[in-house]
């Protein structure tokens, strides 16, 4: 069955610099691949969906980089604030009818 | 607010006893997604309809745990004879038809707490 590896420790990062987060997968590349934020005790919210046949894909202060040889995914946060504090979690969809698997999530701590 | 809503918020419950929850997803969204989540881990998928179709179940939603669609609109997920490790956050989320790469909007979730 399909793996997804976040960072299981949780990352602090002085604000101003860029955190990067990694989130790396097994077996087949999926069609999208998600990233969402949750804060402690909500739901997940959307931020950024990059493409299979996309290397890069960035909004404002965000980044995202997909790349299917090493089945990998790297999320950046740019000039970072304590504001950006959360979890970020990693998500597959392989096909626009199927299910969205999400990875367990990297804590992010954005230290003043 | 015109977000994903579920209810209640927070539901403690006996071992044993069943609870129900609801989703009311955003209006025209023909997708809805039920999720579970416990702390530390990412959102596990349960189960998820398009219009009133149940499309899909996951193999660990046992037989205590019913979903269900009646109108294509608002969804209930009903848990039966609840056990402790039933405890965790239940999210709904749904996405509009044709929704790029299948984006979904997830509600505030339903805390269940089983003594």
């Known amino acids: 069955s399909q793996k997804i590896e976040q960072n299981s420790e949780a990352l602090n990062i002085q604000e101003g610099k860029t955190a990067t987060l990694t989130c790396n997968y097994t077996?087949?590349?999926?069609?999208?691949l998600q990233w969402y934020r949750q804060d402690p005790g909500r739901g997940p919210v959307f931020l950024l969906l990059?493409?299979?046949?996309?290397k890069e894909k960035r909004k404002e202060r965000l980044k995202v980089t997909f790349d299917t040889t090493l089945k990998q995914s790297l999320f950046h946060i740019t000039a970072s604030q304590p504001a950006d504090s959360a979890t970020y979690l990693c998500a597959l969809v392989y096909s626009s009818a199927s299910k969205i698997i999400f990875g367990s999530g990297t804590r992010l701590s954005i230290r003043p | 607010d015109t977000g994903v809503s579920q209810d209640p918020r927070h539901k403690i419950t006996k071992r044993g006893q069943n609870v129900t929850f609801r989703c009311d997803p955003i209006?025209?969204?023909?997708?809805l997604y039920w999720y579970r989540q416990t702390l530390g881990q990412g959102p596990e998928f349960l189960t998820y309809?398009?219009?009133?179709?149940?499309?899909?179940k996951s193999r660990l939603l046992s037989d205590r745990f019913s979903a269900e669609r009646p109108k294509g609109s608002f969804s209930t997920l009903e848990i039966q004879r609840t056990e402790q490790g039933d405890s965790a956050m239940y999210l709904c989320?749904?996405?509009?038809?044709?929704?790029?790469?299948?984006?979904?909007?997830f509600g505030e979730g339903s805390w269940l707490t089983v003594v």
């Open positions: 077996n087949y590349s999926p069609a999208y």
């Open positions: 990059i493409r299979e046949n996309e």
């Open positions: 989320a749904s996405s509009p038809p044709q929704a790029a790469g299948n984006t979904i909007y």
């Open positions: 209006s025209e969204h023909n997708r």
């Open positions: 309809f398009q219009n009133e179709a149940q499309l899909e």
